[in-house]
């Protein structure tokens, strides 16, 4: 298992991203989180097998139709809980 801190920035406020990356994490068996940043952006905390991290990573950086991804930021954690599901945090 892997743990990242990704970070989404562009046009992904507003437009159903969040909802979007919980039904790709639910796809994929990814735990873990989503919310939005104060700056505009979204902030993912999210567990998982290697391989379906990478293609969770490529979900994010396609985003939703409405969505405008401009970047994906990457930082790998220590998993110090494990998570039982993902949210959607307010």
């Known amino acids: 298992m892997i743990q990242y801190e990704i970070k989404v920035f562009g046009r992904v406020q507003g437009v159903g991203f969040r909802y979007f990356v ?15 940043t104060p ?3 979204v ?17 994010l950086r396609i985003g939703p139709s409405l969505a405008r ?3 994906v930021t990457k930082n790998e954690m220590p998993a110090l809980e494990e998570f039982d599901d993902f949210q959607v945090k307010y």
């Open 69 to 71: 991804v401009t970047r």
């Open 22 to 36: 919980r039904q790709r994490a639910a796809e994929l068996n990814m735990k873990g989180w989503v919310r939005n």
């Open 43 to 59: 902030l993912v905390m999210a567990q998982g097998d290697v391989t379906d991290m990478e293609t969770f990573l490529d979900y």
């Open 39 to 41: 700056d505009g952006n």
